[in-house]
């Protein structure tokens, strides 16, 4: 039964289709992602909120002096005040140059990407195919037999179909996050400049680390799945048809779930790793 066989197959080609888009997109930068159209807008985005990011400097600035010190007199210390002026200078630098540091921050989770492609060699994701032996079982079936093959090849190319797309989706809702974070930068940066607000910058730091840091973990997980992928399944062909199917099946689909159940895990997974 042909029509088995090639549903299976087509089922097959868009798990590796959206696999090999998924290894592009990862390899990407955010100038890079979709001609760079959405970085400009982000870019744009940027600078209108530094205006916003440089009033909320000063006023962090001033509720951490009142904060900090009981009264003016203390302000005017030397010690004091030039302790305050060195935090204004480098809040001030970082809301300006904001922009700068995010792009820095994430060369070097790109970075990390990119040695765990080149140490292992993978690029690509045309791993997952349909043997020859079960496709010959398959078209050699009787009429009987095509009937719960193909509800088989249906509910397995289906639940195929749909893990391609919630994976995709997920490698696209992380260059969504680096664009957002991106975006809104200036605002949570300018809460540098005062002592009981730093830890507002500080933690948007750590989680803009930690989207930059998911690529690495779902470069990993595709390496692993790749590598399972590629060893040629166990099949008897003593078995009738349908059994080799849902052995087949059986195998590919618990790999490709563990898979795409890590993706859509790579941010708690980073945050496990790294403590933020």
């Not at 195919?129 to 193909?150: Q, R």
């Not at 975006?183 to 005062?194: E, K, N, R, T």
């Amino acid at each position: 039964m042909s029509w088995i066989t090639n549903s299976l197959r087509s089922s097959l080609d868009t798990w590796n289709g959206k696999m090999n888009e998924m290894w592009q997109i990862v390899s990407q930068s955010p100038q890079e992602f979709r001609g760079g159209g959405i970085w400009n807008v982000i870019e744009n985005i940027n600078g209108a909120m530094q205006a916003i990011g440089l009033a909320l400097l000063v006023l962090f600035f001033v509720v951490g002096i009142a904060k900090q010190f009981g009264n003016f007199a203390e302000v005017k210390k030397p010690e004091h005040a030039f302790k305050l002026f060195i935090r204004f200078v480098l809040a001030k630098a970082v809301v300006t140059y904001g922009m700068e540091l995010m792009l820095a921050i994430f060369k070097i989770g790109q970075g990390i990407v990119q040695s765990i492609i080149s140490a292992t060699g993978i690029s690509g994701g045309n791993s997952s195919w349909l043997p020859n032996e079960i496709a010959t079982a398959v078209d050699n079936a009787g009429f009987f037999d095509s009937i719960p093959l193909g509800a088989v090849a249906i509910l397995g190319g289906l639940f195929i179909t749909v893990m391609s797309f919630i994976m995709i989706l997920t490698v696209y809702g992380r260059f969504f996050k680096l664009y957002l974070y991106t975006a809104i930068a200036p605002i949570p940066l300018s809460s540098f400049a005062g002592q009981g607000t730093e830890q507002i910058g500080r933690s948007f730091i750590k989680s803009y680390i930690g989207v930059c840091l998911e690529g690495a973990i779902i470069v990993i997980s595709c390496v692993i799945f790749t590598m399972f992928a590629s060893t040629a399944p166990s099949i008897n062909t003593g078995d009738d048809a349908i059994t080799m199917v849902w052995k087949y099946l059986g195998e590919l689909l618990f790999n490709m779930l563990v898979l795409v159940g890590t993706i859509r895990m790579s941010d708690r997974i980073v945050k496990e790793m790294m403590g933020l």
